[in-house]
């Protein structure tokens, strides 16, 4: 236990700070002290509470940090853009969260403590959840400031008393209310952000995601709904699935849809237990990506002399690319390449785009946007692998900010910004250690790597 700490002149209890709050955490694993099972739950109340209230004070030090950031770069000559991205990826870094989330938690503070004072209120009692006050915020992103207000109160004898979705359609109900107009121009924009996206899940499967029009989506899932009552007793879910699978690539699932794979594997991996690496979706097991190549007719050709090969082959209507990228045996580092121009090139960036990933800012998981230079080629700064790394647009943006500091290599880089150091690695290949962060081990790597591709 640590107790918060007295001024000893005046008697008075110190400053609520960092140290005040991780004092509080430090009693949080103590023993439960309370026998009853009404005091159990108490005290479980009470910590929800707490937690919905610290929000609100993190969005309380989210508004202040912006502010005083604002009060250093308007003298500077940066605007008010790079100032909120870089404050953004401030807040993003203390919470441990994406950049892209750092700065819709910028948003939302603003959003509540500035323009909703009943949501702000009811959030600091802790009787609603961040996300509540998250998706209040959203349903009136188009409003006024007024507007805003005028929604907030209508909903104030809502909040904390009704489920999330009740109080988010009444919000939604009484925005629409006040300005009819800006709804229906939020709607056609909304229509034009119509998109598909993926993402992996559990056991080698996948989340394909369609965000459509309401009378789109409807019309969608009735469709699949009708093909799976003419198919009798088959499982219902299958038969949906599968019809959208054929309907979407023209052919029956049994046939397949083309397929480009990227393994990121050892040489002789295709005949081994490594897995790949799927770009968009992640690692799959060996077995499956050897059974995607047979299964449609693909050579398995792991022997072939190109460090960087694609080959394909088309059965019936199917058709597979197989592309290769090669690791150096018994370490996790993909073969890299040297270039003088001061972009990088198609083959040069590709490559580093395999390595990294995903955007090689800590915590983001953004898809790579571009290829940027580690240390500045202004600076002396190589235009090579080695000084390469993957970023998304937002956060190679970000990193131009005076006050932000990136530093290291592609083995390690290290972001500091905000009061924070956050270090970053490239994920390691299927099946491989990491990448050496060795330069003399890297150095002899690339010698031998170059002097066998001239003996080919």
């Known amino acids: 236990m640590i107790d918060t700490p007295a001024d000893g002149e005046t008697g008075t209890v ?99 403590v500035e323009e909703m004072p009943c949501t702000f209120r009811a959030l600091t009692a802790g009787v609603i959840t961040e996300r509540d006050a998250t998706d209040l915020v959203a349903a009136t992103a188009y409003l006024s400031r007024d507007d805003r ?30 300005d009819p107009e800006a709804a229906t121009a939020r709607r056609a924009k909304a229509e034009s952000e119509r998109r598909v996206s993926l993402r992996p899940a559990p056991d080698c499967m996948a989340y394909l995601t369609a965000l459509l029009p309401v009378k789109d989506g409807v019309a969608c899932y009735a469709a699949l709904n009708a093909a799976a009552k003419a198919h009798g007793d088959q499982p219902r879910g299958q038969v949906m699935a599968d019809t959208l699978v054929e309907r979407v690539t023209g052919r029956t699932p049994a046939t397949g849809a083309d397929v480009q794979v990227n393994l990121l594997m050892p040489i002789d991996s295709l005949t081994g237990d490594a897995p790949a690496h799927v770009p968009d979706y992640g690692p799959i097991p060996g077995d499956l990506a050897r059974e995607w190549v047979r299964s449609d007719g693909a050579h398995d050709n792991a022997n072939d002399d190109a460090p960087d090969d694609a080959t394909a082959e088309s059965t019936g209507n199917a058709h597979v690319q197989v592309r290769r990228v090669f690791t150096y045996p018994g370490t996790g580092d993909i073969v890299g390449m040297d270039s003088r121009a001061r972009t990088y090139p198609g083959l040069l960036a590709h490559l580093i785009k395999l390595r990294d990933q995903t955007c090689r800012t800590p915590f983001c998981d953004a898809p790579i946007a571009h290829i940027d230079h580690i240390r500045p080629y202004a600076e002396g700064g190589p235009t090579s692998e080695r000084n390469g790394e993957g970023f998304c647009a937002r956060c190679n943006y970000v990193k131009e900010h005076p006050d932000v500091s990136v530093s290291g290599d592609a083995t390690e880089t290290r972001t500091a910004t905000g009061g924070f150091v956050a270090t970053s690695r490239p994920p390691a290949p299927p099946g491989q250690p990491p990448p050496t962060t060795s330069m003399i081990e890297r150095t002899l790597i690339d010698i031998t790597w170059h002097h066998s591709l001239s003996g080919m």
């Open 14 to 112: 110190a400053a609520f700070d960092a140290a005040a709050v991780r004092a509080f955490h430090d009693r949080l694993d103590e023993a439960i002290a309370v026998d009853g099972l009404e005091d159990l739950l108490a005290e479980a109340r009470a910590l929800e509470e707490a937690k919905n209230a610290i929000t609100a004070r993190q969005a309380r030090l989210t508004v202040e940090a912006h502010d005083r950031q604002r009060q250093v770069d308007i003298p500077r000559g940066i605007d008010r853009a790079t100032t909120a991205r870089k404050v953004g990826s401030d807040v993003a870094l203390a919470r441990r969260s994406s950049p892209h989330l750092g700065s819709r938690l910028l948003g939302l503070a603003h959003a509540v």
């Open 149 to 178: 207000a005028r929604v907030d109160a209508a909903i104030a004898d809502d909040l904390g008393t009704v489920s999330h979705r009740r109080l988010v359609a009444a919000a939604q109900a009484a925005a629409y209310q006040a």
